[in-house]
């Protein structure tokens, strides 16, 4: 039996069929630099290009009853979708609706006192018929976000926010990238401009952001300190044997020192304690171991606020007390309520 010589293996190759990789992470950090500047450059336009028309826009839907529906088909519709949600977290109720699917009975969603933010980069997605000749059906007003002034959305819209003419991003320029992030700055363009005419502030922004991290930046420290019983406060004059006494029941690892109308005079913490250590610790009286200058808190700053006091300090400590303008006690936030809201 004849045994035939092997075949000659073909030369290993990498991704894409190539043999060498050595450069590939040069080329790959060059193409992102490249996208990102090319994207960069249309920002830049985009911010020059707006005038009458964008503070149109804003005055239209500042006026609006109703919702502001954004709508656009495929890339522009997944833009729509981002830039409705940015409206509603930041105080103009909107929504989302498909256009093909408009044209099939969810042209019911979109009524008078409404508006409708339309986005198609040619300006020509067939898709959007139904939901253009809709809105001047019912008389609400068209907004067009849009590469092409004298498309069908651009002619049609009563306000054509026009992006400016720039390349997609990459080596093959084709795929929706440069459009999309434009369309996209523009609606955050949009909802910020509201939001600042509608004077949303933090707190609204809280009311509607209760979950996450971010809902716990913007808790109060009302919303989270311990109050009434929960207090450890002794009065001046308490000697350091039954102050250990409330210190330790109440587990704060700090009490406070207050006059007979509640008004702090001072803290004694756990560091205090050992600054003091000795044989007559315990005949001493809070007054001549406390700080009488502590770091405190007002109850409607942020929780964000506390946690950096917290740590700001030389000695980062892990508890304040909480007192109003006339340095009455209101209440104690310990590092570990920050740690339970989800803030730190």
Do not use: Y
Request: proline share 5%.
């Amino acid at each position: 039996m004849m045994i035939s010589d092997p075949q000659p293996r073909a030369p290993e190759t990498g991704t894409a069929g190539m043999t060498d990789t050595t450069d590939l992470p040069a080329t790959d950090l060059a193409i992102a630099r490249d996208v990102l500047l090319t994207e960069a450059a249309a920002l830049n336009d985009l911010a020059a290009s707006l005038g009458e028309n964008f503070c149109a826009a804003v005055q239209c839907l500042f006026g609006i009853s109703g919702r502001v529906i954004v709508t656009g088909m495929g890339k522009s519709g997944h833009v729509a979708r981002k830039i409705a949600a940015t409206l509603s977290s930041t105080g103009t109720p909107a929504m989302f609706v498909h256009p093909a699917e408009a044209a099939h009975g969810d042209l019911g969603m979109i009524i008078p006192g409404d508006a409708v933010v339309a986005l198609s980069n040619s300006g020509e997605a067939t898709e959007l018929s139904a939901i253009i000749a809709h809105a001047h059906r019912v008389g609400i007003a068209l907004i067009g976000i849009t590469a092409g002034a004298a498309s069908t959305l651009g002619t049609a819209a009563d306000i054509a926010l026009i992006l400016p003419d720039a390349p997609e991003a990459g080596p093959i320029g084709l795929a929706p990238t440069t459009s999309t992030t434009m369309q996209m700055a523009l609606g955050d363009a949009l909802a910020v401009a509201l939001l600042a005419r509608k004077g949303f502030s933090a707190k609204d922004f809280r009311d509607i952001h209760p979950g996450g991290k971010l809902g716990a930046r913007l808790k109060r420290v009302r919303d989270l300190m311990h109050s009434g019983d929960e207090l450890p406060l002794v009065a001046p004059g308490t000697t350091m044997d039954r102050a250990l006494i409330t210190m330790t029941a109440k587990r704060f690892g700090s009490l406070a020192v207050v006059d007979a109308n509640g008004k702090l005079l001072g803290i004694v913490t756990d560091g205090d304690l050992r600054r003091n250590m000795g044989p007559d610790l315990l005949g001493k009286t809070v007054d001549q171991i406390m700080n009488a200058a502590p770091r405190t808190i007002r109850p409607e700053a942020l929780a964000e606020d506390a946690l950096r006091e917290m740590n700001m300090a030389s000695r980062p400590f892990t508890a304040l007390f909480v007192v109003d303008e006339e340095q009455m006690v209101n209440g104690i936030l310990h590092i570990h309520d920050l740690l339970r809201s989800g803030l730190a």
